[in-house]
């Protein structure tokens, strides 16, 4: 029988672990993936970046893109509506990163994201799906044969369940996404519709596992939040890694445990000082990548998600979405630090 824990090829990449955090906006930057890789997370992929704004320029889709500094192995991941622009983009990801793979967005339910044409739009378009799948892989085939000195990049994509529980087209933006060539894929087992709400269906994620029968590796997303609920979707559903997303939010130990318990059925919960010095130490790489204003207000909601479970939390996070300075942050985190 094969360990719930185990290596996983992607393409000619080969990753040590089957753990994995998944693109979360505002949440996966460079500061925080580097705490998850340090804890036993086996691949993270960044904070989704415009192939538009890319395309055009834009300063900011270049710092979303920076590798964390521990990071071995890391994918970028793009969204677009249009194959010939996620094309030209993943040749500036290239140009501009030292990625391992490119991961394409099929499943954000975001309505700014819908209206460009991406994300949860391919759930009903499979042929603009397989465009964009198809359309990268050749982009980063050519960049490979102009750049011999580089490995050409996998390409995966992430898709969802479908638009709603009446368009449930994932048999068809599966079969497109392997007919384009696409790598690995993984499976938000969510309408469009549902957004985060209610209950992922594993079922259709383990049919998606059926499906695709060993051709590409399938990775799960959805309800696997704990060290439990991880091991139920590998073991329920087959799939061949689990994508941690707002279960990993301020906490970063999530793989760790979810390691140890693969690993040999138990494991240790950290302390409420060693979760909130995880919390600061990300403040600091942060206030390095984009100064201490930035940086502390982006740690609100973060530091909100540190503090989820701590007892007094919800009059903590009232002080917390007020601080702006890491010396307001360190005095309200006085009492829980040793």
């Known amino acids: 029988m094969k360990n719930l824990y185990h290596p996983v090829k992607i393409g000619n990449l080969t990753l040590d672990g089957n753990l994995f955090l998944a693109p979360i906006a505002g949440y996966s930057d460079r500061a925080f993936r580097s705490l998850c890789v340090e804890y036993g997370a086996s691949y993270c992929t960044t904070e989704m970046v415009s192939a538009e704004a890319l395309t055009r320029g834009s300063g900011k889709t270049q710092e979303l893109m920076v590798k964390a500094p521990n990071e071995k192995a890391y994918a970028v991941q793009l969204f677009g509506g249009s194959a010939d622009v996620v094309g030209r983009a993943a040749k500036l990801v290239l140009e501009r990163t030292d990625c391992t793979s490119i991961d394409i967005n099929g499943g954000c339910p975001?309505?700014?994201?819908?209206?460009?044409?991406?994300?949860?739009?391919?759930?009903?378009?499979?042929?603009?799906?397989?465009?964009?799948?198809?359309?990268?892989?050749?982009?980063?085939?050519?960049?490979?044969?102009?750049?011999?000195?580089?490995?050409?990049?996998?390409?995966?994509?992430?898709?969802?369940?479908?638009?709603?529980?009446?368009?449930?087209?994932?048999?068809?933006?599966?079969?497109?996404?392997?007919?384009?060539?696409?790598?690995?894929?993984?499976?938000?087992?969510?309408?469009?519709?549902?957004?985060?709400?209610?209950?992922?269906?594993?079922?259709?994620?383990?049919?998606?596992?059926?499906?695709?029968?060993?051709?590409?590796?399938?990775?799960?997303?959805?309800?696997?939040?704990?060290p439990e609920s991880a091991k139920a979707m590998l073991e329920e559903t087959g799939c061949d890694g689990v994508m941690f997303a707002r279960g990993a939010m301020g906490d970063p130990f999530l793989f760790k445990r979810a390691k140890d318990y693969l690993l040999t059925g138990s494991y240790e919960k950290e302390s409420v000082s060693e979760r909130i010095k995880a919390g600061f130490r990300e403040l600091e790489m942060n206030v390095l990548d984009r100064g201490e204003k930035s940086a502390c207000l982006q740690m609100r909601k973060k530091f909100c998600s540190y503090s989820s479970g701590i007892q007094g939390g919800a009059a903590l996070r009232k002080q917390i979405v007020l601080a702006s300075s890491t010396k307001e942050f360190k005095e309200l985190f006085a009492p829980y630090l040793d």
């Open 110 to 226: 975001v309505p700014k994201i819908i209206k460009s044409g991406a994300g949860s739009c391919l759930t009903r378009d499979p042929e603009l799906l397989y465009q964009i799948v198809k359309g990268t892989k050749e982009a980063v085939h050519e960049y490979a044969l102009e750049h011999p000195e580089r490995q050409e990049v996998p390409v995966t994509i992430k898709i969802r369940s479908g638009w709603d529980s009446t368009h449930l087209t994932w048999k068809e933006t599966t079969l497109a996404a392997l007919e384009a060539g696409a790598d690995a894929l993984t499976i938000h087992a969510r309408t469009r519709q549902q957004g985060y709400e209610g209950k992922a269906d594993w079922n259709i994620q383990r049919q998606v596992v059926e499906l695709v029968n060993g051709r590409i590796p399938v990775f799960g997303s959805g309800d696997a939040n704990t």
